[in-house]
């Protein structure tokens, strides 16, 4: 069966006029996204993740069909975005962290009504699923403020809902955690992995929150200077690149830093030792087992590598 | 919108453009006194074109052969035009600032036709006050004048008015579409628009002949009021023109409205091609 | 006094870098000056002496005002009116220079850069479709340009009145628009006051709106000469100095009620 999203060597070029002197300009090209191929299967949770000028924001305005391929082949449910615009648009919701497209002036019910108009959802339905939505996301107190007025927080909630209304089987999110303090973070990764959970909605996420990619995506795609340099599952990306993990023993009584071959103690505080080491050298149990052999120990946790120290080790690599 | 639209989605396009109208009418019509203010300014700002023409005509008697009173009705009927284009399709005229603030985007995420999106968004109901002047002008005119007004007089007067609309409003898309290509172009948009308004307020005998051309056969300005004013009042046509030439304004104007259509979906193109 | 040259300096330089505006700009006055030039035309062919003008004179004047409209600026801007509206001036009358004077300055930079790059272009497309009349003595062009410095600052300083109204009134769009066209109509922009109806002219000229448009172009036509010319200067001077006052008293009003309201 086709996946839902697929992208085949797609590039995109752009010309850019940089000055050459003082009065002449010379046109360069410059390759945003260079042979990108991957594909997204239908209930996938993505996280598309890269620096700055990746072509991050270009890959995802193709699949959305904003920005027309250069090169490539990009099929969303099927259809070709750059040419079935309206019938693509139909089937995604979008949502931009950084840009709002909701109308400004209009309080966030009318948003909604005019949305049901727009993409010709059926009243009853649009009620129930409204209804459902705002509900989820605690709304009904700011329904009748205008979008200028809300808090950034409520303004998300807000957009989430308006790219959610006419049920889409595919939500594109770019950086939709962007700015918003960590109760509001959370709560849109909750509401996130459980419309995923529940309505098999696929989320492709593009952020620079890599906590977002970890409590909401199980697929990683890390992409720079154009090209995908790393795809696989989060768990997977971290066993490749996230090669020291620690452990953080709690001994029965403060003691001098453990000395054992290959591990750095990277902390001591009172009883509590952090016990840096690699995979290859030791695994948890076996550290343990050792630790023990030396002091009494009370309680014990594993600390996987951070996923922003995962992502880094990819980005230097691919330099 | 040159993207293909079943009839539905050209229903969803109408009824996005219908509520967001109706929306900023309610939200202009809450500060109403501004409004009101507004609506009286811009009756003042048409008047003193209007007074232009007052002034000329007590200096002269005629205008290239052009009495005051027929010179008031190509002001009356191209400016209520002017105005009516105005208030429903100046809006697109924000499409280079929507690019420039990168919300271009958000219309082009819907599966709605962008430019209808646009009008209805940037809709500003005090427009309404570029027409009154000119309406009122129009219907002096029509009272006073020494026309035989015959079934067909009558119904001209209208279908130029609304016709000069819809050509007015080609020119405003046609000159917004450059902000596809260069983002600085909202003065070309004027030059055009205002200008054009400019020009019809006065017959075209008096401009040179080349100007008179253009302004006949390239963009079609004369349709506006001329062409029907010169049947009204019994003027020579120009270039020999066969005298029914004053009713091609619905053919004029939807020749107009399927190039600006054109241009504008070509303009959408290249920006879906270069990004913004 | 340095800061203010610098600081009208750095509006020309940041005007220069519009480049598509600005020839979007000389397409928009040209076109605006063929047309009233051929309505001119018309009018001149059944009055040669209309108004005390031949027909050159109204070609002229016609390209000459559309090169100056802005440079003088008669269509008015609401950079200062946005300001106050956000409350941001109160950034500005807090710092140690002028206010007004900081205003004079941008007006008059703006005016150098539109003086050549939309002041000229269009009177030279203008001159190769119609006679026009340049200025027979040489003295006429430093004249010229004096007057067109005074109408600068008449100009400025009734834009900063009815800019001032921001601190009073919520939407200045509707106020400031009817102020500009007034401005227009009674100076001579669209079309020259020599021929309106006497009484109506000569209380035209009583305004200061005159000053601004219809007199420093009559002297590029060579209208005002010897004593003439300096009872316009100082008619120009006069209004000049009434509106500037007139400005900082209603400027002192303005922020001592913002100082009272708490901005």
Redesign the interface.
Known sequence: MAALIELDRVTKT??VLQKAGRLRRRRVAVRAVDGVTFSVEAGATVGYVGPNGAGKS?TV?ML?????PSAGRVRVDGRDP?RD???V??RIG?V?GQ???L?W??PLH?SF??LR????VPAADHRARLASLVDLLDMGSFLATPVRQLSLGQRMRGEMVAALLHAPPILFLDEPTIGLDLVSKEAVRAFLAELNREQGTTVVLTTHDLVDVERLCDRLLVIDHGRVIEDGTVAAVKARYGAERTLVVDLVEPGPPLAIAGVEVVRVDGPRQWLRFRRGTHTASSLLAEVAARAPVRDVTVEEPAIEDVVRRIYATSR | MA???DA??AR?AF??YR??VA??IR?DWQYRTSFLVFLAAQAVVTGADFAVIAVIFTNVDQLAGWSAVEVAFLYGASGLAFGLGDLFVSPVEFATNHIKA??F??F?????GALWQLLG?EFAPRRLGRTLQPAGVLVVVVAVAEVDWGPASVALVPLSVACGTVIYGAIWVVTSSFAFWTVETQEIASSFTYGGNALTDYPIDVLGSWLRRIATFVVPLASVAYLPAVWLFDKPMPFGLPRLAAWTGPVVAVAAALVARGIWGLGI?HY????S | MRLYWEVARTTARRLATYRGATFAGIVTNTVFGFILSYVLLAVYRERPQAGGFDAIDAVTFTFVTQGMLMVVGIFGNREMADRIKTGEVAFDLCRPYDFQGWWAAVAYGRAVFYAWARGIPPFLLGALVFDVRLPASAWTWPAFVAGAALAVGVAFAWGFLLQLSAFWIIDVRGPVQLGWVTAQFAGGTFLPLVLFPDGVERLARALPFASMMQLPVEIFLGKHQGLDLLVVYATQAAWLAALVAAGRLVLARAVRRVVVHGG
């Open positions: 752009f010309t270009t305005k959305i069909g904003i920005l027309v750059s615009r309206v019938a648009a139909r979008v931009f840009r709002t497209q109308w002036d209009l009318d009504e005019l108009h727009v993409y010709r | 993207e293909p639209q539905a989605g969803a009824a996005t509520r967001l929306a900023r939200a990168g919300t985007d958000g082009l995420i819907r599966p709605v968004v193109r879906r091609s270069t990004g």
